[in-house]
């Protein structure tokens, strides 16, 4: 028999309805759900092509642990026991900060998984948390604290109804976008076009968002976009289109913003971002002049040295030209349960003092460039590391030093799908449940829909084999440990946590079940509270120039001098987006290892090309102060002259445990990273990757094809 299972993606954030279809327990298909009330049939082929994940003949099916050089199976009583002797015994003798975890991109989409290792970590005593988040994105939460004085305040884009719209570092084709869930991007930025919008793109690609039907691009230099910003807000201010009734109303420090911007005029920042100072001045007043104008960014500035800066500048943009909390403009949308309050400062100077020197924590994590560091440490290292629906071994730079650092471990246990890079060097294995068998809610948008609704799922299959959820996985190992034993009526009230959010809306779980698609839609966001209800600073006004950036913005100074004085042939490194790899989700899918897509080619403009003697499919070598890679040259004509682009989530030579990925396995372009202190942005621990110098010659002793 033959069902049909309304259910969602959790491999990005718009949470696309899917239809599963379900024979006799077993998965057959996914397909779009076309009668799903927000995101319409909408679902794009990574969602869709779960099923090749869900049913890969790779998967981690029963607990695994190392004997010497190899895996064998276990059942988990005997892992569950080992891993509490082990675990116990590792704090017993070296002290509960001696055990850290890592948290991978896949379990902000699992309501309970995160929570579960937070509450592990907590009943060990260790506040040693590391996350994918210091790769991406932790430049927004400490952005947003520094402005809004909560983590977790972030305007989303009005775009259904704006009349100019400046999108940074974001290739809506590829990726979708970040920071808001939208289903469907293009469709949106066409609809907006069609009815007049203005929609440029900053990026040093011509990207594929980039059409006659959606805008155009301004092709900055790559990790440029913090003195465009500031040159922007400068060429506003000195049109006199400040918005000073809204700026007087709900903003303080706004002499420290223009003392800042005052340096960076378009003439000044032209020669560094690599535009014409007409353009940037032209792009200045068009978004300050229009009715109505919003500002998003993503990982492609978010990624640079400083990230932070730019994010802050950005809410400057919305603010002081009145477009924050305005239609049209920059507004919050809370969801189901609004969150600003959890994500609020209450600390003036995060900072602590370490053998690395001034640390912080983010959003509960630390710099994660800073993980072989802290293994290899001379004080209080790391002995044991739980790594849970992540791949640090490939996702973090410094891939060398962090194999070395993992074999020094007395201890690294993986939880995930596969048996990944990093689980290659893992004591123990541990398989994870996959999104499709276990019940959860669209948690990761919350606050930042575009249509804000909730949807509950129910396991669309049972978990096959020995699979079993994170949540129960870590409460088991606390349980082991002795220091938390699962309550027996542990599954009965896992959502109690849940059920408390989802009161805020007058809804529950079982409101949720019965629902059609399981969805409840929710009030649209509407300004109007932004400044009386969502922001979090004592004195409920936007924070123009936070003293805690004080630092940071002595550093883009320096910055700024380094960049007027590099070489003009400086090659800059950027992370290239390809619908056909999306971080380690996809690295072992049969269907995506298309003829063009067997390896990670290093994209080079053809301007470049000629320069240095280079062909397409010529053997070269890239390389730099922190690595070399020998790869193959792909020309491309997007990319500007300046820049070399490779996209994350290759390099699985050594990782036989995903047989499709080591038979294709590229080359890890995070070997060319900085890595260990100074190679990440203090303020926020967010890593440096991208805009990374590089230099690209022909590999010696191989012919020029052709």
């Known amino acids: 028999m033959t069902e049909s299972v309304a259910t969602f993606c959790r491999i990005c ?17 996914l397909k779009p759900d076309r009668e799903h009330p927000v995101t319409g ?61 890592y948290i991978g991109n896949p379990a902000a989409f699992s309501t309970l998984a995160t929570p579960a290792m937070l509450q ?36 989303v884009p009005d775009l259904e109804r704006t009349d100019y719209a400046l999108i940074f570092g974001e290739n809506p084709a590829v990726s979708h976008m970040s920071f808001i869930s939208i289903p469907h991007p293009m469709a949106v930025l066409k609809a907006a076009r069609q009815r007049g919008a203005t929609i440029r793109f900053v990026n040093p690609r011509r990207i594929e968002s980039a059409t006659p039907g959606t805008g155009d691009v301004l092709q900055i230099r790559p990790d440029t976009d913090a003195y465009l910003m500031a040159a922007l807000l400068h060429e506003i201010d000195a049109a006199g289109l400040f918005d000073e009734a809204v700026v007087e109303a709900h903003g303080k420090h706004v002499d420290g913003l223009r003392a800042f911007i005052a340096d960076y005029p378009a003439d000044v920042v032209a020669p560094v971002v690599g535009l014409p100072a007409d353009e940037i001045r032209e792009t200045a007043l068009a978004f300050a002049r229009a009715p109505s104008a919003c500002v998003h960014m993503s990982t492609g500035v978010n990624m640079g040295r400083q990230g932070t800066l730019c994010y802050w500048l950005l809410q400057m943009l919305s603010f002081v030209t009145g477009n924050l909390d305005r239609p049209g403009g920059n507004r919050y949308a809370p969801g189901f349960y609004p969150a600003t309050k959890a994500g609020r400062v209450r600390q003036p100077d995060p900072f602590f003092e370490s053998e690395f020197g001034p640390l912080r924590h983010i959003f509960g994590a630390l710099p994660g460039n800073l993980l072989a560091d802290m293994i290899e440490a001379r004080e209080q290292p790391i002995r044991a590391l739980i790594v849970m629906a992540g791949n640090p071994l490939l996702s973090v730079a410094g891939e060398e030093r962090l194999r070395a650092a993992f074999d020094q471990l007395d201890l690294l246990i993986v939880i995930d799908l596969f048996r990944n890079a990093t689980g290659e060097h893992a004591h123990f294995l541990l398989p994870s449940a996959d999104m499709l068998e276990r019940e959860d809610i669209n948690m990761c948008g919350l606050g930042m829909q575009h249509r804000p609704f909730v949807q509950y799922t129910p396991a669309v299959v049972p978990p096959r084999h020995q699979r079993r959820e994170e949540w129960w996985i870590l409460g088991k190992i606390a349980e082991a440990m002795g220091i938390a034993p699962l309550p027996p009526d542990a599954e009965r009230t896992k959502f109690d946590r849940l059920e408390h959010m989802l009161a805020t809306s007058d809804l529950t779980l079982e409101r949720l079940r019965s629902a059609p698609h399981g969805v409840a839609e929710l009030p649209p966001p509407e300004p109007g509270h932004f400044y009386d209800t969502w922001i979090q600073t004592d004195d409920q006004r936007v924070d123009c120039c936070p003293p805690i950036f004080a630092a940071p913005i002595d550093r883009a100074r320096d910055i700024f001098d380094e960049l007027r004085s590099e070489a003009p042939d400086q090659l800059k490194l950027i992370s290239l987006r390809t619908p056909y790899m999306h971080n380690s989700w996809f690295q072992n899918a049969p269907s995506l290892k298309r003829k063009a897509q067997l390896e990670n080619p290093v994209h080079v403009s053809p301007d470049d090309a000629d320069r240095l003697g280079l062909a397409e499919g010529q053997p070269a070598s890239l390389s730099n102060h922190w690595g070399r890679l020998d790869c193959v040259v792909r020309l491309d004509e997007t990319l500007r002259p300046g820049v ?3 996209t994350h989530g290759w390099g699985n030579q050594k990782t036989p445990g995903m047989r499709v990925a080591q038979r294709h396995p590229g080359v890890n372009v995070n070997r060319l990273l900085p890595s260990g202190p100074g190679s990440y942005e203090r303020i926020s621990n967010q890593a440096h990757m991208t805009g990374i110098p590089v230099q690209l010659s022909a590999r010696q002793g191989i012919e020029r094809p052709g």
């Open 120 to 155: 592990l970590m907590k009943a060990i005593g260790s506040d040693r948390l590391f996350n994918s988040g210091t790769q991406d994105c932790s430049n927004k939460f400490a952005g947003a604290e520094g402005v809004f004085g909560t983590a977790t305040l972030h305007p």
């Open 13 to 29: 954030e718009p949470s696309c309805g899917l239809r599963a279809e379900v024979e006799n327990g077993e998965l057959r298909s």
């Open 41 to 101: 049939g909408f679902a794009c082929h990574k969602g869709l092509r779960f099923a090749e994940v869900h049913a890969d003949p790779d998967r981690l099916n029963q607990p695994m642990r190392r004997v010497g050089d190899r895996f064998e199976p276990c059942d988990w009583d005997t892992a569950l026991g080992e891993l509490g002797d082990r675990l116990g015994d590792i704090v017993k003798r070296h002290g509960p900060r001696s055990v850290a975890a």
């Open 644 to 646: 070399v682009a490779m």
